[in-house]
């Protein structure tokens, strides 16, 4: 067994271990490609642990000086060497401020829990909710008209361009038997094939409701209603006597209704893809998203303004479909905490969100790696006990499961520490995707850490894993304020409103640096644009948020690429001997100091122990040196 996989089976044992301490292996310093730029070599440098046993306590300190966890692999950038340096990013949960687009991601989840979710609406929010005067109104036309009309000949181009058609005729044909199994549809019919059509530029404005932003069409649900016509036929002289029944059941088979039916069963697939599924006249139609807002949103605005000059003050309503109301079915949402364990269902989700948003490979989301990296965890779990220091779900590693009728969307992956709620991944059900349940998620993380600050008064604070200012996409974390980042040399958090200005000029700084810069003063900080242009650019249908990224990435360390990186004497602490004399050090059974071992090692071991014992002080701290484990082999 090679050295790496002997380490990793150790690291990877149960924490059954009878003693509390903190064991660690110290795997060195290691280079791999970088997953955030393009420099095309090996430039991310960074330390290596295994963790055996982890205490919380231990974990929370390690945090507080830049590492990270993925699985039982800790890692620490090696900020002045790193192509792309990662800071540490926190929030304290208390004096968090949700911004505009924040609040917009909860009511839209809120409308869709009632089942009043209508896309179009969200566009309309900030003209009908900023201010009622006609100026305000007027631009709100002009921006949505300039909005639909760039975006004619993009969209025709893209459609034409995917192989949509061939899906959308797959996914009918599934809600189908979905509507069968439930027992919306009868199931004694012979099932006609699905037929998806592209309407032309010239048809459309010919439809029914002149819609120019109508792309695709299919008839299906008349042939449906003829295939249940002739099934009623031919069983119409047993019921001859029931025909208040009978009426009842044309009124169900009805072209209108059945397709109404079909298109509630579509809306996942349509929002995944950008379009709007609608029923209309007994057809099920998809129209483009994006000019179907602009265009909504004209007319609604037109409508207020004529209510206004008139006196009457009335709320602006929207229908779930333009055709036909049905009776709103409301959803029924749970959040289940649940201490890190392997879950066949959450597995599955797992596989499914990193071939479809991260287009990764089957054989890449294997169960043994899915283990590794999001179920094994070297913390000791703290349970509750009836301590008022512990909140009521104890302290440890665990998996948060967001499920809306009963069915697994999203699975938050957490380390609940004495200070803080640490977010390590999430995944999701890319059906969702229009539900931004990455944004959704980290502000429910973040209302979970003030509400269990009342049981445990020192848990205050939200972090979000590595905020990198040189990777754009990575930005999206400083939207969460008001923020901090971790200074990589003296460990001290410095806001982030004063951290950005010298992030700007630099990737690499020296945070707790800036009360004592010279040269001309920094450059004022706003906010609210920087998180209009990062969180816009970042989250959207493929809304990832905390740690997914880079700890993929960081992951890769576990790969047969990664070189360890030899000491350089450029780097070399500035430590005296006796320094490291308390570090505790672990040898089979027995746990000593090493200056109680030092004899026991010839003078040229002696030399090479004490070097890497140098380092792990200088990265760890001289205190967690005394207090966690140290394992020799």
């Known amino acids: 067994m090679s050295e790496k996989k002997k380490m990793r089976s150790e690291a990877s044992s149960s924490n059954s271990n009878s003693s509390d301490d903190s064991v660690v292996v110290d795997v060195g310093r290691r280079r791999n490609s970088c997953g955030y730029c393009k420099s095309g070599g090996p430039n991310s440098i960074s330390h290596g642990l295994w963790a055996r046993n982890l205490t919380v306590d231990d974990y929370q300190a390690l945090l507080d000086r830049g590492w990270r966890r993925s699985g039982c692999f800790l890692y620490k950038p090696e900020m002045e060497k790193t192509c792309c340096p990662s800071y540490t990013i926190r929030l ?84 189908v038997h979905v509507c069968i199994e439930s027992g919306d549809l009868s199931s004694d019919f012979q099932f006609p094939k699905v037929s998806v059509k592209m309407v032309a530029p010239a048809k459309r404005k010919l439809s029914t409701e002149g819609s120019e932003d109508l792309l695709f069409t299919s008839s299906i649900s008349f042939q ?40 509630s069963r579509l809306n996942y697939l349509a929002e995944s893809l950008g379009l709007l599924v609608r029923s209309c ?52 949402f749970e959040v289940r905490l649940k201490r890190s364990s392997f879950d066949p269902e959450e597995y599955s989700l797992y596989r499914r969100y990193q071939i479809r948003v991260h287009n990764d490979s089957p054989d890449e989301v294997g169960e043994s790696s899915y283990r590794r990296f999001l179920v094994d965890t070297p913390l000791i779990f703290v349970p509750p006990s009836g301590d008022p220091t512990v909140p009521p779900c104890g302290f440890g590693s665990f998996h948060q499961q967001y499920l809306i009728d009963g069915r697994l969307v999203a699975v938050g992956v957490i380390d609940i520490l004495p200070k803080c709620l640490s977010s390590k991944y999430l995944f999701w059900d890319p059906d969702l995707a229009f539900l931004s349940l990455g944004k959704y998620s980290a502000l429910q993380e973040i209302r979970w850490v003030t509400q269990n600050q009342v049981h445990c008064p020192s848990l205050q604070y939200y972090y979000l894993g590595y905020y990198i200012h040189s990777c754009s996409k990575m930005r999206y974390k400083a939207a969460y304020r008001p923020s901090e980042l971790l200074c990589p040399l003296r460990y001290q958090w410095v806001r982030f409103d004063v951290a950005k200005p010298l992030l700007d000029r630099k990737p690499y700084t020296v945070l707790s640096d800036f009360p004592t810069l010279s040269g001309e003063p920094l450059p004022p900080s706003n906010l609210e644009k920087y998180e209009e242009q990062n969180d816009e650019h970042f989250h959207g249908s493929n809304d990832i948020f905390v740690g997914e990224d880079e700890e993929m990435d960081e992951f890769n360390y576990e790969g047969s690429d990664d070189e360890l990186v030899a000491e350089s004497s450029d780097i070399q602490p500035k430590v005296e001997d006796g320094d490291i004399g308390s570090i505790l050090i672990g040898l089979k059974e027995v746990r000593l100091r090493y200056k109680d071992l030092r004899q026991a090692f010839a003078s040229s071991e002696r030399r090479y122990m004490e070097t890497q014992l140098h380092r792990y002080m200088r990265v760890v701290g001289a205190e967690l040196s005394e207090r966690m484990v140290y394992l020799l082999g």
């Open 92 to 175: 304290k949960a208390s004096d968090f401020a949700p911004s505009t687009e924040q609040r917009r991601v909860l009511k839209r989840m809120q409308r869709f829990l009632d089942g009043t979710l209508d896309k179009s609406s969200d566009d309309l929010m900030d003209a009908t909710d900023t201010s009622g005067d006609a100026q305000t109104t007027s631009s709100s036309q002009s921006r949505s008209l300039a909005a639909a009309k760039s975006l004619t000949g993009k969209l025709e181009e893209k459609y034409k361009a995917e192989p949509l058609i061939p899906h959308m005729e797959s996914q009918i044909d599934k809600a």
């Open 281 to 332: 006249n007994g057809h099920i139609n998809f129209y483009s998203y994006e000019r179907r807002v602009g265009k909504d949103a004209v007319v609604s605005n037109h409508n207020e303004m004529k209510q206004s000059s008139s006196g009457i003050c009335s709320k602006v309503s929207f229908s779930s479909t333009p055709c036909e109301n049905h009776e709103l079915k409301r959803r029924r």
């Open 224 to 263: 449906i209603a003829a295939a249940l016509r002739r099934q009623r036929k031919d069983v119409e002289h047993e019921k001859i006597s029931e025909l208040g029944a009978g009426k009842r059941g044309q009124d169900a088979d009805a072209p209108k209704v059945i397709a109404a039916k079909l298109a």
